[in-house]
């Protein structure tokens, strides 16, 4: 079974920052593709990064450079840095792990979400 573990949201303060990680196991998964997104209430879930297995990273124009992602694979796990936050960071933030197996099908799966608030 795959679970994908998500933790490090909390209360900001304006200008702020936090680290949200993330592990994913289970179902004899390479987790390669990895991303966080993000979703408020009434909205689309949105993307704003992602990391390949070579360690390549992109993010949306919107973030205006103020989030980083990482990972760490001797801890299976993938970081979202986050600076600088703004009250429109105000979101659930979800991670999505690739799941590549034997003939390199992907699946993905989501984390259950973390609530970051970022409020003075």
């Known amino acids: 079974q795959v679970q994908v573990e998500e933790s490090g949201g909390g209360l900001v303060q304006p200008g702020g920052s936090l680290r949200l990680s993330c592990v994913p196991s289970g179902g004899g998964c390479g987790f390669n593709a990895m991303a966080w997104y993000r979703q408020a209430p009434g909205k689309e879930r949105q993307w704003i990064a992602s990391i390949t297995s070579g360690g390549a990273t992109n993010y949306p124009e919107f973030l205006e450079g103020r989030f980083d992602i990482s990972r760490d694979y001797a801890k299976n796990s993938v970081y979202l840095q986050m600076n600088n936050l703004k009250p429109e960071d105000t979101d659930v933030y979800y991670c999505?792990?690739?799941?590549?197996?034997?003939?390199?099908?992907?699946?993905?799966?989501w984390g259950q979400g973390t609530q970051v608030t970022v409020s003075s």
């Open positions: 999505r792990a690739g799941c590549t197996k034997l003939g390199r099908h992907i699946t993905y799966y």
